[in-house]
């Protein structure tokens, strides 16, 4: 047999059902999983709460699994009572007899699979493919993709989800300031996520929903905090003028300001310079906040366009940063940006929102959104492309990336739904050779 991993036998012992898997004892004794048990990805056993019979006799317990049955000796089971809850040891090679810390022996069970199996994950695990399965894409079944992208992009809401509880902790559910922390991280979006991030915790919610009237206050307030202000620039009357209204905030403010040096320009288009983005936050939060309460009507990709499409102030008709002249035009919210927002924005707030107080239509309402939007277009969702695989909406398309992202390029084929089925399919002919 070849030299094979515990991640690939964890796999085996969850996927009972595979025809031409074997389970055999020392003694021929009689075995049957009836439930494989809960993968634990935390220390202790590899496997909760499972339930076998050996000849005859139930037991319900835990499970634990080794390439040779001495590993569990080298990993130092046999004296730690953790261990004493495992019911059943499932080994490749069982060299040797294993015990509880009282002593008392544990039954060990050899698991047997065609070797074109471990030759399949093997390929894929060690070749130099964009996507370790590229090759295979192009037989998978159209209802696998679809059913495996749904699971894919659901996990992602849940992760975001996960994210979002630490904002909801430090806000005491203050849910307006939550959704407004996520929309200043989104604007930084893609090279700039952090500096805005780090803007969002040094402006209270509160300090900007009482000057929401002010424009000119609230650019004040952002442009200050972000470091902008502290920088050399060309003198003009606008620019002086925020440095005179930012220091009327100086007490309600923290001293601490964004380095200005970590705001990133290069290799960008003027549209989407920091500064730029900063104006265009401000107008929203002059003109859309508090957020929340409009969602909470479930408006469409059309309403969420036009509640957007704000207007950066004056002075930013002519300038893309400050102090510097530009040709004149009046700085509006872009579609692809608002449709940027709506992905990283509006579609986790309001899924985390509905998880969070049992309000299924709130995140039936998020998928919905991101059904309704077009895919994005770049070359991670172009090479799969190339593979067969396309994307008809911007749901399929962030679970796409996030696919690539999360187990593609860290190989997480056995995982994967594509990966298993390369796997699978490898075990149907070993089958019809033998």
């Known amino acids: 047999m070849r030299k094979i991993n515990e991640e690939f036998l964890h796999f085996l012992w969850k996927n009972q059902h595979l025809t031409g898997i074997r389970l055999t004892t020392p003694g021929n004794s009689c075995i049957e ?65 294993i015990t509880r810390t009282t002593g008392e022996t544990i039954p060990s069970v050899m698991l047997r699979f065609p070797s074109l199996m471990w030759d399949a994950y093997n390929e894929l695990r060690t070749g130099g493919k964009w996507i370790p399965c590229q090759e ?7 209802i696998h993709i679809v059913q495996w992208t749904s699971s ?4 992602k809401l849940q992760e975001k989800s996960e994210g979002l509880k630490k904002s909801m902790e430090e806000l005491h559910g203050h849910w307006d300031a939550i959704l407004s922390r996520i929309l200043f991280r989104s604007f930084g979006l893609p090279v700039n996520t952090i500096p805005f991030e780090m803007l969002s915790l040094m402006v209270p919610y509160a300090l900007l929903l009482r000057n929401k009237e002010n424009l000119f206050a609230l650019e004040a307030i952002l442009f ?16 002086e003028g925020l440095k005179q209204e930012f220091a009327r905030f100086s007490g309600k403010l923290e001293e601490t300001i964004v ?6 320009y290069m290799r960008m288009r003027p549209s989407s310079f920091p500064s730029l983005r900063i104006a265009l936050l401000a107008a929203c939060i002059n003109r859309l906040y508090p957020l929340h309460q409009f969602l909470e009507k479930y408006p469409g990709i059309d309403d969420l366009n036009r509640h957007f499409r704000v207007r950066a102030g004056d002075y930013w008709n002519n300038h893309y940063q400050l102090g510097r002249d530009s040709g004149n035009s009046p700085k509006y919210m872009g579609r692809d ?5 709506i992905i990283n924005c509006i579609a986790p707030y309001t899924f985390f929102y509905g998880k969070t107080n049992s309000r299924q239509k709130f995140c039936d309402y998020a998928i919905h959104l991101l059904e309704q939007l077009p895919p994005e ?13 396309k994307c008809s909406n911007a749901f399929e398309s962030q679970a796409l990336l996030y696919l690539y992202k999360n187990y593609c390029k860290n190989k997480r084929c056995l995982e994967c739904q594509f990966g298993n089925n390369v796997i699978l399919e490898s075990r149907i002919n070993s089958l019809q050779r033998g």
Request: proline fraction near 4%.
């Open 33 to 97: 999983v009836l439930d494989p048990g809960m993968h634990n990805l935390d220390a202790g056993p590899d496997f909760f709460n499972a339930k076998v019979t050996i000849d005859g006799t139930t037991w319900a317990g835990n499970v634990e699994l080794h390439i040779n049955a001495s590993d569990w000796i080298k990993h130092g089971h046999s004296s730690d009572k953790v261990y004493d809850s495992v019911i059943l040891h499932v080994v490749c090679f069982n060299d040797c007899e």
């Open 136 to 142: 295979h894409l192009f037989k998978t079944n159209p």
């Open 152 to 155: 894919l992009m659901v996990e």
């Open 224 to 239: 200050g905090q972000s470091g902008m202000l502290s920088t050399t620039l060309p003198n003009d009357k606008y620019t």
């Open 259 to 264: 380095p200005s040096h970590i705001w990133k």
């Open 337 to 341: 940006f608002i449709k940027t927002l």
């Open 377 to 389: 277009n770049n070359m991670i969702l172009k090479k799969w492309r190339q593979c067969g695989i």
